[in-house]
């Protein structure tokens, strides 16, 4: 993982594709419930040119229901052992629970994606004790009623004031500052004008010396700007990736792997 961290800071993309293995998954209908189905996606994805699988075992987008920790580490665990037993592909884990972290490390996976920036108790012990990279991302409330009410003076520098001292907080714990991602955290706490500020400013993040990861892919702001429902905003989805890239964005967290790689090839191939 640590050399796709590298392929970044010199000037590479990387895409990251998105593995949900919760039952009421928004987005693949909880269809990659099953482990085969799991392990199928997950090297599709890696064939169409995913470098690193964000396995999520709990669901959190806005009104989901929080699970507990074993469930969670049922729903990730097995698939994350299944995946290493066909393919040496990165796998991250998004999970905001430390026991998670721990558990599917040890499983196989070689970097930690939370939501929650390590907030929870224990989190950044784990990260610590591991030294795998970790992406921190910005949220504003809980995952029940952030949607209900964000609020923002100035949305980019509020969100890079966090990034930043999460940042400080991670390299007081022994985290390398070579192994942290950071990730504005689009549609987390968010409204639509919000997330279209970040976008425009994405540019701001990428001077803060951390790797930023984007994660827009078919999120509700493409829902509430096109009025397209989540299996219609592939072109949306790749089109924000592709403003992302040019102003400076180099790490993607997406759903539509092979699509988003033909786009980034040719933001690539226009120098
Ligand atoms: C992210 O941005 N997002 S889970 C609602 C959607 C579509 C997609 C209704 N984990 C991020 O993908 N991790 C999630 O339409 C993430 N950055 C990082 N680092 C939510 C999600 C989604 C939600």
Redesign the pocket.
Known sequence: MQHLLKKIRSGQWVVMG?LNVTPDS??DGGRFNQLDNALKQALKMQQEGAEVIDI?GES??PGAVPVSPDEELERVVPIIEKIREYSNVAISI?TSKPEVMQAAIEAGANMV?D?NALHADGAIDVCAKYQLPV?L?HKQGAPQSMQNNPQYVDVVDEVKRYLVSRIEYCIAADIKAENIII?P???FGKTLENNLCLLKEIGQFCTLDAPV?V?I????MFGLLLDRA?NERLVASTSAAVIAYQKGARFF?VHDVAETCDALKLCEAVV
Request: net charge positive; proline share 0%; charged share 25%.
């Open positions: 998105i928004f987005s999520g959190t987008r998004d994606n939501v992406c991302m990730d955290g689009f549609g990861l994660g892919s078919r999120k509700s989540v967290r």
